[in-house]
């Protein structure tokens, strides 16, 4: 079983739209859970971040976490042409300096 | 708005040579990072690096890497002998403390070899 698993999509949406992105995991160790967004050709920008279960709201993006299925989304409200990208959701286990586990991504493609 | 900066944005090397990558981490972060990504597949962990040593490193990270902070601002990966599995796109990241996640990633260099 893979380590952390996320649909690669593509995902294609009409702008307006609530966009549900989602990961699964398997190691239980995992404590903190990020949402990355990576524009064609450039490095991930950290969008969310979260240490263990609970929701995190950032304007239009929620993040949630529910530790207890292995499970992390993220929500994008109203969405918008420029949030077309690629989002990788990643996560950790603390302790160690930044080694994050990412997930393969999912490619986002928000329609005008 | 500071940024990790990394250069050269797309090197072409022969199989065999020795590559240097090249980043500027955010001037006030202390922890360190190199990252790569093979095209269609995963961003994948190499090596940490806190107080002029490294602090973890994968597996993947083997004898032919190494990383080095030559002065107060550089931090290079440098890859002994390219192998063609070594073409992918490499990102470094630094943080400012022990906050797992918070990293900042540069725009990435990525490594040809031929």
């Known amino acids: 079983q893979k380590e952390v698993e996320q649909d690669p999509g593509p995902l294609s949406v009409p702008e307006g739209a609530i966009v549900s992105l989602n990961c699964t995991y398997s190691n239980s160790a995992f404590q903190y859970f990020m949402w990355y967004r990576q524009y064609s050709r450039k490095g991930p920008e950290l969008l969310m971040y979260t240490y263990s279960s609970g929701n995190k709201e950032d304007g239009r993006f929620t993040a949630q976490v529910d530790k207890s299925s292995k499970y992390i989304s993220l929500f994008i409200r109203d969405s918008q042409p420029s949030d077309s990208a690629t989002y990788l959701c990643a996560m950790s286990a603390g302790g160690s300096q930044g080694n994050l586990i990412f997930g393969k991504g999912t490619k986002l493609s928000v329609k005008p | 708005e500071p940024e990790v900066t990394q250069t050269p944005s797309h090197q072409v090397t022969q199989m065999g040579q020795e590559v240097i990558l090249r980043c500027v981490p955010i001037?006030?972060?202390?922890?360190f990072y190199w990252y790569r990504q093979i095209l269609g597949q995963k961003v994948e962990f190499l090596v940490s690096f806190y107080n002029n040593e490294i602090s973890e490193k994968s597996e993947i990270f083997d004898d032919q890497f190494s990383v080095e902070r030559p002065d107060g601002s550089n931090f290079t990966l440098k890859i002994r002998s390219t192998k063609l599995e070594d073409s992918a796109m490499y990102f470094c990241a630094s943080s400012e403390g022990t906050i797992s996640g918070e990293l900042f990633f540069g725009e990435g260099s990525r490594l040809t070899v031929l």
């Open positions: 001037s006030n972060h202390l922890y």
